[in-house]
């Protein structure tokens, strides 16, 4: 093996590895959010999690809110390929995967909205998965809705759907209405298909 292949091979594995000890921290760092408050949460907590040292975690991330920004910017990617693939043939369809979209990441996703402003950085992605929301929904079921509505109609409908659609809803049915995941499919397709002209 020539020198130089050696070198960029023992490069490459090194970066390999960095990147292998980002994803283990930021899994940590997950992990934590998801059942802790962030102004909780340690780093000291994360290092041990991702068994690494606090070094290791702020030579990577700076601090705790970028590291924290860095975890919501990966779990946002995620997040929209997830959303993208819940576009069914029908609404029907769309509603069932947006339920179980919801089941899987929609606890999350609150937490987010919630504990947005406790971390510089944060908010922006917050509001670029609001954007995203909205978007998702025009593409989902704008086809869907009725034709020949006027301009002002047609964004009041969009704007039903983006609200019987929403994160917040699914929790109100789910949590305060004690409905099974389910049954808050049904109530979500029961708000929708008016919407849509389809009694």
């Known amino acids: 093996m020539k020198v130089g292949s050696a070198r960029e091979y023992r490069m490459t594995a090194r970066a390999q590895a960095a990147e292998r000890t980002g994803e283990r921290i930021i899994d940590a760092m ?10 909780q949460i340690r780093l000291d907590d994360v290092a041990s999690r991702a068994e690494v040292t606090v070094q290791t975690v ?38 069932s995967s947006l339920g179980r979209y919801y089941e899987n990441h929609g606890a999350l996703i609150l937490k987010l909205y919630a504990e947005a402003g406790q971390a510089p950085g944060v908010p922006e992605l917050a509001a670029r998965s609001r954007t995203y929301h909205v978007a998702w929904c025009k593409t989902a079921f704008g086809a869907h809705l009725a034709s020949g509505q006027d301009r002002a109609t047609r964004a009041r409908r969009l704007a039903q759907v983006v609200a019987i659609c929403d994160a917040t809803t699914w929790r ?16 979500i397709l029961e708000m929708l298909l008016p919407v849509l002209g389809r009694e």
Not at 30 to 39: E, S
């Open 172 to 187: 109100i049915l789910r949590f305060d209405g004690g409905l099974s995941a389910r049954q808050a499919e049904l109530a």
């Open 30 to 39: 997950l992990g934590l959010y998801a059942d802790v408050p962030y102004d």
């Open 58 to 95: 702020i030579r990577r991330f700076g601090t705790k809110h970028g590291l924290l920004a860095a975890t919501v910017e990966r779990e946002l990617a995620a997040l929209a390929a997830d959303r993208a693939a819940a576009v069914g043939e029908s609404p029907e369809e769309t509603v």
